[in-house]
């Protein structure tokens, strides 16, 4: 449960340390890239699942690299590759979510009902909502840019009390998604009456109440301003039939990593 928690919080902690980064802020006003590419911004995409994998090391007698190999590790992969479809930072299998505590499982919203080329039964999908834009670049002296001995030793104690301190028995991980101001900003525009309609579309999509799911993910598209990504993945793949659930519906898709 712990090492679940764990788990999504440090890849919330990976994404806000991206978009904080003066270095790589640098880039979204490079000439040359913002010429080729408008808006240009690094992000990356996550895809979180759990289960066994073998580790070991893989290569050569010129170069050998540690790795892990399972279906698992291949399924987090193709998590990742899919967060592009439905405009998500990160997606987590419902193996996952289930390990997790009650309280940050809980922050997570359920976006889909999908089974994938090669897997035996269907499972949801899942993603904590983050608004990365709303973070602001590290300032001044707030910029972690200290490269001195004395420096990087107080770095690496003040990351290892922290670390002490998130394994002690008493720590309550979801406590994080209160104190933490970097989750706070990213998570403020997702408002309780937002969560509660798309749920509401989500039912409609999954019983096969495809035009009334239509009218709620249209509500809900744009009713943070920004597009929804996961409401606009759904509205795209119910377009296919017009809106029309398919006979005998199971209340599941196939889920194409294209």
């Not at 003066?22 to 996550?46: D, I, M, Q, S, T």
């Not at 028995?169 to 979801?174: A, E």
Request: aromatic letters at 10%; one cysteine or more; charged letters at 25%.
């Amino acid at each position: 449960e712990r090492l679940a928690d764990m788990a999504l919080v440090s890849f919330i902690k990976v994404i806000a340390e991206i978009n904080k980064s003066p270095l790589l802020a640098e880039y979204r006003n490079h000439p040359k890239l913002v010429k080729r590419l408008p808006n240009y911004r690094v992000r990356l995409g996550f895809g979180l699942h759990s289960g066994w994998a073998i580790e070991g090391a893989i290569g050569s007698e010129f170069k050998i690299d540690a790795s892990y190999l399972s279906p698992n590790v291949n399924m987090a992969a193709r998590l990742e590759a899919v967060t592009k479809q439905y405009g998500c930072l990160i997606l987590l299998s419902e193996s996952l979510h289930k390990l997790m505590s009650e309280e940050v499982a809980y922050k997570c919203r359920l976006i889909d009902h999908v089974k994938m080329v090669g897997t035996k039964q269907p499972f949801k999908l899942y993603t904590l909502d983050l608004d990365d834009l709303a973070l602001e670049v590290y300032k001044g002296l707030g910029a972690p840019m200290q490269t001195s001995k004395a420096a990087q030793y107080r770095i690496r104690m003040e990351r290892q009390r922290r670390k002490n301190e998130r394994w002690a028995d008493h720590f309550q991980m979801h406590h994080l998604f209160e104190e933490d101001l970097d989750v706070q900003v990213m998570r403020a525009k997702y408002t309780i009456e937002f969560q509660c309609k798309f749920n509401m579309a989500y039912l409609n999509y999954e019983a096969g109440e495809w035009q009334v799911a239509q009218d709620r993910l249209e509500a809900t598209r744009f009713l943070l301003a920004t597009e929804d990504g996961p409401s606009a993945a759904l509205l795209k793949y119910m377009k296919q039939y017009d809106y029309e659930a398919p006979h005998n519906w199971p209340g599941h898709r196939i889920l194409s990593e294209r």
